[in-house]
């Protein structure tokens, strides 16, 4: 079983739909917890970055930690055709320094206008 | 302000051939890792490395080296080149090793080892 799982999709909806991305994990010491956008052909870029259990927003975008369900969710209100893009969760168990980070497969996003 | 640099952006090579994948960050940066991206296996950490001179290994570290000796340079070599080291790889640098502190990725080396 890997330490990530999160499912590839392709995942399509509609301009202005709400997306919910989501990534289950084994690991109960993860307590770092983190989504990468990746353009294609381009390298990942840090969306969100949370702690521990609860919510976190920024924007049109939500990160949601259940840290008892192991259970991670990434939320985009009022998607926009630019959203399109790979959508990557992270996480690691090594307090507050890098270490290694565990990545899902990422889950592939179109939003059409 | 460039960011991460990689070059090359694509390369070809025959089993057993060796190359080195040049990377290069503006920021003064300490922290500097790579990372190679497969279909269905997302990132996998190789190296990485606290600052200069100092460098160690990740998940995947088999068929790789790498030295940090500027802060600015973090060159992966290929020792012996196999088809299973196909890959997407990628340079990442950050301020420091904290996960608060965002990862900039550069733009990627597609390598293809026929």
């Known amino acids: 079983q890997k330490e990530v799982e999160q499912d590839p999709g392709p995942l399509s909806v509609p301009e202005g739909a709400i997306v919910s991305l989501n990534c289950t994990y084994s690991?109960?010491?993860?307590?770092?917890f983190m989504w990468y956008r990746q353009y294609s052909r381009k390298g990942p870029e840090l969306l969100m970055y949370?702690?521990?259990?609860g919510n976190k927003e920024d924007g049109r975008f939500t990160a949601q930690v259940d840290k008892s369900s192991k259970y991670i969710s990434l939320f985009i209100r009022d998607s926009q055709p630019s959203d399109s893009a790979t959508y990557l969760c992270a996480m690691s168990d090594r307090g507050s320094t890098l270490g290694r980070l565990y990545f899902g497969r990422g889950t592939q996003l179109t939003v059409w206008p | 302000n460039a960011g991460v640099t990689q070059t090359p952006k694509f390369q070809v090579l025959k089993t057993g051939q060796s190359m080195t994948l040049q990377c290069a960050q503006d920021m003064n940066h300490e922290y500097m890792s790579w990372y190679r991206q497969d279909p269905g296996m997302g990132l996998r950490l190789i190296h990485y490395?606290?600052?200069?001179?100092?460098?160690d290994q990740g998940e995947v570290p088999n068929g790789y080296n790498v030295s940090r000796s500027t802060t600015e340079d973090f060159p992966l070599r290929l020792l012996s080149a196999a088809p299973s080291q196909t890959s997407v790889y990628f340079c990442?640098?950050?301020?420091?090793?904290?996960?608060?502190?965002?990862?900039?990725f550069g733009d990627g080396t597609r390598l293809s080892i026929l």
């Open positions: 490395s606290v600052g200069a001179g100092i460098t």
């Open positions: 690991n109960s010491a993860f307590q770092y």
């Open positions: 990442a640098s950050s301020y420091s090793p904290h996960l608060d502190q965002p990862q900039h």
């Open positions: 949370t702690y521990s259990s």
